[in-house]
T-cell receptor, first 114, second 115 residues
Framework: AQTVTQSQPEMSVQEAETVTLSCTYD???????LFWYKQPPSRQMILVIR??????QNATENRFSVNFQKAAKSFSLKISDSQLGDAAMYFC???????????FGQGTILTVHP | DADVTQTPRNRITKTGKRIMLECSQT?????MYWYRQDPGLGLRLIYY???????NKGEISDGYSVSRQAQAKFSLSLESAIPNQTALYFC??????????????FGPGTRLLVL
């Protein structure tokens, strides 16, 4: 079984600043993947970044990076140089290779102030 | 054109009515999923299908049924809608034949209101 917890219902950041969204997870899978999805007001679910659990190197995608702490089962998302378009709901998710399903956290609403 | 489409985008129905939500994809993926999103609960898996002949229940399948008409089409039915099925419904796909098989791609969602 898998559980994903996002303990920050809401976060805010000033434009051009950096913000970190937290996520913890628990899984019985030995081989799994972690994801951050963004859901803007359009409600479309957009993949932000993906991390293979077997890789020690943290994933990065332009202004987005993760801090993956496998022993602590922590997977936080850092957004650098925040932009107004980053304002959205962010979901953390985990998926195991044995069954291919995703388990999502509750989401964090990010507000970006100009 | 969008790779994963859902119809309708919005729907209002009454308690007891049967309703079908449809999902189509042009990504050529073999795996398809149905999730529902409720405020404060994130997305929860309703059903998933790894190919046309392989359909499985997710964590909240009661009150729902699905049909995988073809590799590209996966429909979700509410046989007798009830108000607590009011939610945002997402279809997603993934490709088991790549190194990114765990990565799911989502449709635009269907907002359903059951009165």
């Amino acid at each position: 079984a898998q559980t994903v917890t996002q303990s920050q219902p809401e976060m805010s950041v000033q434009e051009a600043e950096t913000v970190t969204l937290s996520c913890t997870y628990d899984t019985s899978e030995s081989d799994y993947y972690l994801f951050w999805y963004k859901q803007p007001p359009s409600r479309q679910m957009i993949l932000v970044i993906r991390q293979e659990a077997y890789k020690q190197q943290n994933a990065t995608e332009n202004r987005f990076s993760v801090n993956f702490q496998k022993a602590a089962k922590s997977f936080s998302l850092k957004i650098s140089d925040s932009q107004l378009g980053d304002a959205a709901m962010y979901f953390c998710a985990s998926g195991g290779t044995s069954y291919g399903k995703l388990t999502f956290g509750q989401g964090t609403i990010l507000t970006v102030h100009p | 054109d969008a790779d994963v489409t859902q119809t309708p985008r919005n729907r209002i129905t009454k308690t007891g009515k049967r309703i079908m939500l449809e999902c189509s994809q042009t990504k050529g993926h073999d795996r398809m999923y149905w999730y529902r999103q409720d405020p404060g609960l994130g997305l929860r898996l309703i059903y998933y299908s790894f190919d046309v002949k392989d359909i499985n229940k997710g964590e909240i399948s009661d009150g729902y049924s699905v049909s995988r008409q073809a590799q590209a089409k996966f429909s979700l039915s509410l046989e007798s809608a009830i108000p607590n099925q009011t939610a945002l419904y997402f279809c997603a796909t993934s490709d088991s034949g790549t190194d990114y098989q765990e990565t799911q791609y989502f449709g635009p969602g269907t907002r359903l209101l059951v009165l």
